[in-house]
């Protein structure tokens, strides 16, 4: 791929500090002058230390670019650059100071060049540490913003942008103000009045508890932090789910937008305030650590954030950016608890591509029921499932972002073994064959979402899990076509069924498999008989489908059905996918295979194994001498089952067949998650998507269990462990 054009080195900054641009978060803002409402006294001393540790974090080379990762460092010489460039009057000619863009505001470019600037001039050991051009080009600047008070048609840069800017840049400098200067760069600061909700309230309690440092006012900064550890609890609308996954702008999953920008403020103030007497409390740590390790966490390997996880923020690198990003906030979290620091440890090392990628030998399923994600993750691969229903939005789209992110939400599914199979694969991806989604095959532009983003016509999302295996399901029902989709997530094996696949409109429908960079050969066989029948280059029709191998993953189709695949070059540009991007032509090769359901299909069904890390003879083997079963693929039931595991959907009461296990029969809607422990005995875990049921009756063989379903909002749609006894089922 050709690089990236200079331009946008600038995407990261803005997406995730102007994250929503256009917010339309309901809560008001409030006055935060001093009250007695969360203020604290302190010494002088204590907002000394505070004000040394909130320096030091700016002033880290891993956070240099302000928020970690999300952009390129910038360099010496690219400041020295700057410093040349600057006009007397304290602006730069390549920066359009008309501009009243909403989103990409130019014109902010300047204060934070200025902060920049500032930066280096303060870093111990710099190059340009105490460099008076440098200090000069930044308070220059500064006296031009001054000056003007440029203000954007968007709240959010009036409000927050450019006065967390401006408070950096005071803070940084304060030694070299002039009262004036400092009395009127605290006016803009002043701007940033603590209200509105989730991370929006974050980076205005942020800016607050600077503007106290600044002030050198207690209470101020006792106001601030207290509104800072009010954010960091769970299941309190928008914000950290009891699932430990992250929503805003209402139900949607938002862990690498503002999921991630969450994280880097808390612990940025948690590292900020440690060791005084407004340090964050030990259950709101402790409460942060485990969104790190079990939220955020789950959702990288071997470099690279899950598609799934990155909202609309489908950049370029913005994956892998984000992924190091949270190695960063994984080490600063040790700061704060240093008894879990071998966890941090283990995680940052998953995030960065380092070592191995699972940190454990045995498989790790997480199943967010608040947000229709699964992840599932051993020693080798990550895979992950995003549904969405009445109750959780699919995607959005807005500020010019993820234009093409029609179908996000339509149960796709990600895997990974190396963390490049989808870097920067978006310019070249067919929209309409998202990995896993059942998509009709419309001619024309896809839709562009909006701030509301979109739903399916479903409560059946969801899944259930033990821990350690795993299923997800979705009743799925969007622009006329129908299909009854679940993923089993076995030890090293993902079984993926659809029944009941129907449309009424005039498109052909298609089931992804796969869709991701070529990575070498593409093998094909029609049966079991050997590793080999042939290579694939181009697109064909694998007319009697058996199996499928492509970089270092088997497919394995263990019924009929009309599979398409195709390894040729594409080529595409990153405006397409986001406004502000480049023009440029994008060029590679793409894998993808795909099921052809034809035109206005009826009662269709698909099924396919994946096996990650296996060769083409294991691939070959597993068709011919199947591991796994699959018991059921019907409108009413869907399941699969090994020696020892049997995983069901009932979407109405009934039963399957389960081996030597014997019959396995419901009596509501459910998930049923059923294991043999090395004692013989079986073990059950039950979910119900719908969360319409209290009880669930389950017979297993000849045995009778009950699972008792969680009601409250926290828990409704989690995973129980069922217990044995209770009424036999007629």
């Known amino acids: 791929m ?28 409030v006055d935060n002058e001093p009250k007695k409402i969360g203020a604290t006294t302190m010494e002088s001393a204590h907002l000394a ?19 970690h990762l999300l952009i390129d460092p910038i360099t010496d010489d690219v400041l020295r650059a700057r410093v040349a460039a600057q006009r007397a009057d304290g602006t730069w000619p390549d920066i359009d100071y008309s501009s009243q863009i909403r989103s990409r505001w130019p014109v902010r470019d300047h204060l934070e060049r200025a902060r920049d600037l500032a ?51 005071l803070v940084l400098m304060d030694a070299e103000l002039s009262p004036e ?117 789950a959702t990288v390997w071997a470099g690279t954030m899950d598609v799934n996880a990155c909202a609309r923020q489908l950049f370029p690198d913005a994956p892998r950016r984000k992924a190091a990003s949270l190695g960063v906030l994984l080490d600063d979290q040790a700061l ?52 969405s229903s009445r109750r959780v939005i699919g995607a959005e789209a807005g500020n010019g972002e993820n234009l093409q992110g029609y179908h996000l939400g339509d149960g796709a599914l990600y895997l990974y073994r190396h963390g490049a199979e989808y870097r920067d694969i978006f310019p070249l991806w067919d929209w309409r064959r998202i990995p896993g989604a059942t998509i009709p095959q419309t001619s024309g532009p896809l839709p562009v979402l909006d701030w509301d983003g979109y739903r399916i016509d479903t409560d059946f999302a969801g899944g259930v899990s033990d821990g350690q295996l795993g299923a997800a399901a979705l009743d799925f029902r969007r622009d006329g076509v129908a299909a009854r989709k679940a993923w089993f997530f076995f030890a090293g094996r993902i079984v993926c069924l659809g029944a009941g696949v129907k449309s009424g409109g005039s498109a052909a429908v298609l089931t992804s498999v796969a869709q991701q960079h070529r ?27 058996g199996w499928l191998w492509h970089d270092g993953t088997g497919v394995v189709f263990p019924a009929a059905g009309r599979v398409w695949v195709d390894g040729t070059r594409r080529t595409g540009r990153w405006r397409e996918v986001v406004n502000f991007g480049s023009e440029e032509p994008v060029t590679g090769e793409v894998f993808s295979a795909w099921f052809d359901h ?43 089952a090994s020696v020892d595991t049997v995983m069901a959907v009932f979407y109405e009461p009934g039963q399957v067949e389960a081996g030597e296990a014997g019959a396995l029969r419901v009596d509501q809607p459910c998930l049923v998650l059923a294991r043999k422990a090395a004692d013989g005995a079986w073990r059950l875990t039950v979910a119900d998507p719908s969360r319409r049921a209290t009880q669930v009756r389950v017979s297993l063989g000849a045995s009778d269990w009950r699972a008792d379903l969680p009601q409250d909002p926290a828990n409704a749609g989690r995973s129980v462990n069922a217990v044995p006894g209770g009424k036999p089922l007629d």
């Not at 880097?264 to 964050?280: E, M």
């Not at 003879?617 to 001498?625: M, Q, S």
Request: charged residues 20%.
């Open 2 to 29: 050709k690089p990236l054009v200079p331009a946008l080195c600038c995407l990261f900054i803005q997406g995730v500090l102007a994250a929503q641009a256009e917010d339309r978060a309901s809560a008001p803002a």
């Open 49 to 67: 230390t505070i004000r040394r540790q909130l320096i030091e974090h700016l002033l880290n080379p891993a956070t240099f670019s302000n928020d």
């Open 119 to 169: 930066k280096a001039w303060a870093l111990p050991g710099g190059a340009l540490r105490g460099d008076a051009a440098v200090k000069t080009a930044a308070l220059r600047a500064l006296d031009h913003w001054l000056a003007k008070d440029f203000r954007n048609p968007n709240w959010w840069h009036n409000e927050i942008g450019i006065p967390r800017a401006m408070s950096e840049l």
């Open 181 to 297: 200067q400092r009395a009127a760069g605290l006016r803009i600061v002043a701007r940033a009045k603590i209200g509105r909700t989730g991370q929006n309230l974050l980076w205005l309690a942020g800016i607050t508890l600077t503007r106290g440092l600044l002030e050198n006012d207690p209470a101020l900064v006792g106001v601030a932090r207290a509104a800072i550890q009010g954010e960091v609890v769970q299941g309190r609308g928008e914000g950290l789910q009891a699932d430990f996954s992250f929503h805003q702008h209402g139900p949607q999953l938002q862990f690498g937008n503002y999921g991630l920008a969450y994280a880097i403020d808390v612990v940025k103030w948690g590292k900020v305030l440690r060791n005084t007497p407004l340090a964050l409390d030990r259950e709101a740590g402790s409460l942060l650590g485990d969104y790190l390790l079990h939220g955020l966490g």
């Open 336 to 387: 704060v608890e240093p008894a879990r620091a071998a966890e941090f440890a283990e995680a940052a090392a998953r995030a960065r591509g380092e070592g191995a990628q699972s940190g454990a030998t045995t498989p790790r399923n997480s199943l967010f029921w608040h947000s229709e994600y699964l992840v599932h993750r051993e020693r080798g691969y990550l895979a992950s499932v995003r549904m």
């Open 519 to 545: 990575r070498g050969s593409i093998r094909v066989g029609a049966d079991g008989s050997g590793p080999v029948a042939r290579e694939l280059d181009g697109r064909s029709e694998i007319a009697t489908p």
């Open 598 to 640: 034809g035109v206005a299909p009826q009662d269709q069904t698909y099924a396919y194994i994946l096996m990650p890390g296996a060769d083409a003879a294991a691939t070959a083997e597993c068709l011919r001498a199947p591991e796994l079963r699959i018991v059921a693929n019907t409108p009413a039931s869907q399941a699969a």
